[in-house]
């Protein structure tokens, strides 16, 4: 009975798109065979998560008819090489979340929305360049054996090396994390709104006073490690390295207060040979059944509200899309960072270099 | 164009009656021709548009240059990568050169296995090797667990520039060994007991035959081993923290992350000009072997 509906209301579905193709976008929908003998390279970062990607792409595949090739890893100078030279061959690129503010119009061409259904994304989450490829978050994990009694609740306590003796570990991956430098200028008394580049100092300089031992992990793998062998009591991870690292048993948990909310981006860059079909596999990467994959296969959380994919527990326990933690999110002033990218870096390098 | 320099060399009288070059005026430069050909396409080329850079972007200029050299951060990561450089160099010398000794005083059988232990490791990815080093090295890590067993305090190896130095030196171990082994074998060792029936002490007998015979192999090693170490990327960063950042790691960054293509540039060249007045200074050492001849 109920494979019976389904495949009704697939056909139904099918009709009612074939009937608007050619007005308005249907997230997740290709017209059939659209794509034939058209070729699409899609990069994001490697591993299981371009992986996911791929596979949650390939009903749009199956049905576009479209041959999908896969490169990578994202390196914004790569695609400054391929612009600047006038032939690109990256169609769709997955990146971190400030490129597509700060080189919008640049590298990045200016979406077409009438070709993209974005009614199901979360809010503030799309920009003139660029749409989220996925959610996730950097939370505040803490070792349960050594804060037994009396637990970090936020990023204050965090920061607060007096009331919480040990080590800390954050991410040091290379760009400055704005939401984490926004939480320790919080915890060093500053004020957020109206932030100026000299709260940056303020707010490094609390870092700073983490102590020598404080860890800059590298790589996910790397912050994953460091839970597992115990060797920070606090560490700054991201929410899927987290998950594993419980899974792996980690004896770790997550304070949810203000977590860092992280998005990749999905973009097209400025002199694709196809803008149409780029926008197409955009459109279809945002649908929900694509969303279900992803989430399945990579356990990042979907961009789509409506998504449910099927997961374990501690998986669920790691998805950001539940109303209670998109209540607790904290979400970074990405005007100010992408303003003050340059001078921002070099003072968070600076200290990642031991300056 | 290659060709015409060729005939050119050919026209050219000998002056000097060297084996070796009388050979090389000959067709014998093809030989060099397709490594020539790859250092200036794939080496050349880029190095001089990264130079260029270094002086055109954002405008033509010294603005690049003044901004390294008027931060502090990249001049203190700037004499970290020499001062980590010259240690990796020194502990790969201390533990190579006995190693590639006994390669040459051991029989077939032995060398092989010897060569077979420097060389494996060698066909291990270098990314592989530095995240064993982790496990090893970390505070839970293996090394520790044995230090406090006996019954000493955890010592601190990762996130250091001890741990950066023992990683690295163990990655570019084989490039000691290697050229080490290559002089060595070379050396006669009736010099030695010649030395001896002489009346020199072994010690002195070493100090004043074998090492100074081995020199030129320790030159190369040196040299080779610094040169690699100053352009190290992974292990550093995997296995230092802030205190242990080197240069490369700095120009990833505005590469990478900031598109500063000029500034990278700058930083690069800064790096190649000091590696070549430190070689400068170095090659007086190296012609020494020479005078007091080690050829045979």
Same mark, same amino acid.
């Given at each position: 009975m109920k494979k019976i509906g389904q495949v009704t209301a697939l056909g139904l579905l099918m009709i009612t798109t074939a009937a608007l193709a050619q007005s308005k976008p249907v997230a997740g929908e290709v017209a059939e065979g659209s794509l034939k003998d058209k070729t699409l390279t899609f990069v994001s970062y490697g591993g299981i998560y371009q992986d996911g990607q791929i596979a949650a792409l390939k009903e749009f595949v199956d049905k576009s008819g479209v041959t999908l090739l896969s490169d990578g890893p994202t390196e914004i100078s790569k695609l400054q090489a391929q612009v600047e030279s006038g032939?690109? @061959?990256?169609d769709v690129v997955d990146t971190g979340d400030f490129p597509p503010y700060v080189y919008c119009g640049k590298l990045f061409q200016k979406l077409d929305f009438s070709k993209i259904d974005t009614s199901n994304i979360p809010e503030g989450q799309i920009s003139e360049c660029s749409v989220p490829a996925m959610n996730y978050g950097v939370v505040l994990m803490y070792n349960t054996e050594k804060y037994k009694d009396n637990p970090p609740k936020s990023w204050g306590d965090f920061f607060d090396i007096e009331k919480f003796p040990g080590s800390r570990a954050l991410e040091g991956s290379g760009d400055l994390s704005g939401g984490m430098v926004e939480q320790a200028l919080l915890a060093a008394g500053?004020?957020?709104?109206?932030? @100026?580049?000299a709260d940056i100092d303020k707010a490094i300089e609390k870092v700073k006073s983490l102590g020598p031992d404080t860890i800059f992990w590298k790589t996910g793998a790397d912050s994953q490690q460091l839970a597992e062998s115990g060797e920070a009591d606090m560490i700054a991870m991201w929410t899927g390295r987290a998950m594993t690292a419980v899974k792996n048993g980690a004896a770790y948990t997550p304070a949810?207060?203000?977590w860092l909310v992280v998005m990749d981006q999905m973009t097209i860059p400025m002199g694709v040979k196809d803008p149409e079909a780029a926008h197409a596999l955009i459109n279809a990467y945002v649908g929900k059944s694509a969303q279900e994959t992803l989430a399945k296969t990579t356990s990042y959380t979907p961009i789509h509200k409506d998504a449910k994919p099927e997961v374990d527990e501690v998986t669920a326990a790691f998805m950001t899309n539940t109303p209670d933690k998109l209540k607790l999110g904290y979400q970074q002033n990405i005007k100010f960072w992408v303003e003050n990218f340059e001078v921002a870096n070099e003072k968070w390098n600076a200290l990642m270099a031991g300056n | 164009m290659t060709a015409g320099a060729t005939d050119s060399r050919t026209a050219v009288p000998a002056v000097v009656a060297d084996d070796r070059r009388r050979w090389f005026r000959g067709q014998a430069f093809w030989l060099v021709a397709p490594a020539l050909l790859l250092l200036v396409v794939c080496l050349g080329l880029p190095l001089a548009i990264v130079t260029l850079r270094s002086f055109s972007e954002p405008q033509w200029g010294l603005q690049n240059y003044a901004w390294f050299f008027g931060a502090p951060v990249n001049l203190t990561v700037l004499q970290r990568t020499f001062a980590i450089s010259a240690w990796v160099t020194l502990v790969c010398l201390i533990a190579g050169y006995p190693y590639a000794y006994l390669m040459t005083a051991v029989g077939p059988k032995m060398r092989l296995i010897l060569i077979l232990c420097v060389l494996v490791p060698f066909w291990v990815s270098g990314v592989v090797r530095t995240l064993a080093w982790v496990i090893l090295l970390q505070d839970s890590g293996v090394i520790n667990s044995v230090i406090r067993a006996a019954g000493l305090g955890p010592v601190k190896?990762?996130? @250091?520039q001890t741990g950066v130095v023992i990683g690295m030196a163990q990655v570019l171990l084989p490039f000691m060994i290697l050229p080490l082994y290559s002089v060595m074998? @070379?050396?006669?060792l009736r010099l030695m007991q010649a030395a001896r029936s002489l009346g020199a002490s072994p010690a002195r007998a070493f100090a004043q035959v074998y090492l100074p015979l081995s020199l030129p192999g320790v030159y190369a090693g040196a040299i080779i081993v610094f040169i690699l170490a100053l352009g190290f990327y992974i292990t550093p960063a995997l296995l230092g923290g802030p205190r242990s950042t080197m240069l490369s790691t700095l120009i990833q960054n505005q590469v990478l992350s900031l598109l500063n293509w000029g500034r990278g540039g700058a930083m690069g060249v800064v790096l190649l000009i000091a590696t070549f007045v430190l070689l400068a200074l170095a090659a007086p050492l190296t012609r020494q072997p020479h005078k007091t001849g080690s050829r045979r």
């Open positions: 032939n690109v @061959t990256w500053g004020s957020v709104e109206n932030m @100026t580049v949810w207060q203000d | 190896l990762i996130r @250091t074998k @070379t050396i006669d």
